[in-house]
T-cell receptor, first 113, second 109 residues
Framework: NAGVTQTPKFRVLKTGQSMTLLCAQDMNHEYMYWYRQDPGMGLRLIHY???????AKGEVPDGYNVSRLKKQNFLLGLESAAPSQTSVYFC????????????FGQGTRLTVV | DQQVKQNSPSLSVQEGRISILNCDYTNSMFDYFLWYKKYPAEGPTFLIS?????DKNEDGRFTVFLNKSAKHLSLHIVPSQPGDSAVYFC????????FGAGTRLTVKP
């Protein structure tokens, strides 16, 4: 029972490079989320999706893009990485958008040098 | 603009005693509150939740209290065990889920 799987687990990027983080869930959840975790800041919502083909901005969307082409996958893209995007990124999914627990992936540690 | 705040970065308690973790929120529209536990190098895992129509929810050693007028919730762990040592995040939801900065709990044997 995989739950929520993120790839890669670690990545080092040079400033200006691009990359895509992949999140996959096998629970048939409609809703998926991307968070970043920074020291002293907790988890901050970047973007989320309420279903296949739909996405919405969260608290800190600048510098990121997302796509939800398939229900089970939610991709987070960095078009031109900046050192300020050094963080740990978590993907999560929920059965419904409100009043429910979220299931998280194990995280992706990204360093931009 | 942090809508969910955990003002204590860390807490240390003795095994067998009570651990009390606190959380404050500013948005009165939140109607569901959750606590997550996080071990190093892992994603957060759900611990316990409470709806805004209740003021207490209990699950084994874990109890969450909600004071809507004060916009405050707390997590009580009784008795605390060394395996409870982790970072605890408070979260509040309406249309999306917002998290506090976390409190690192250390339970000493």
């Amino acid at each position: 029972n995989a739950g929520v799987t993120q790839t890669p687990k670690f990545r080092v990027l040079k400033t200006g490079q691009s990359m895509t983080l992949l999140c996959a869930q096998d629970m048939n959840h409609e809703y998926m989320y991307w968070y970043r975790q920074d020291p002293g800041m907790g988890l901050r919502l970047i973007h989320y999706s309420v279903g296949e083909g739909t996405t919405a901005k969260g608290e800190v969307p600048d510098g990121y893009n997302v796509s939800r082409l398939k229900k089970q996958n939610f991709l987070l893209g960095l078009e031109s990485a900046a050192p300020s995007q050094t963080s740990v990124y978590f993907c999560a999914s929920t059965y419904r958008i409100m009043n429910t627990e979220a299931f998280f992936g194990q995280g992706t540690r990204l360093t931009v040098v | 603009d942090q809508q969910v705040k955990q003002n204590s970065p860390s807490l240390s308690v003795q095994e067998g005693r009570i651990s009390i973790l606190n959380c404050d929120y500013t948005n009165s529209m939140f109607d569901y509150f959750l606590w997550y536990k996080k071990y190093p190098a892992e994603g957060p895992t759900f611990l316990i939740s409470i709806s805004s129509i209740k003021d207490k929810n209990e699950d084994g050693r874990f109890t969450v209290f909600l004071n809507k007028s004060a916009k405050h919730l707390s997590l009580h762990i009784v008795p605390s065990q060394p395996g409870d040592s982790a970072v605890y995040f408070c979260a509040a939801s309406r249309a999306d889920m917002r998290f506090g900065a976390g409190t690192r709990l250390t339970v000493k044997p």
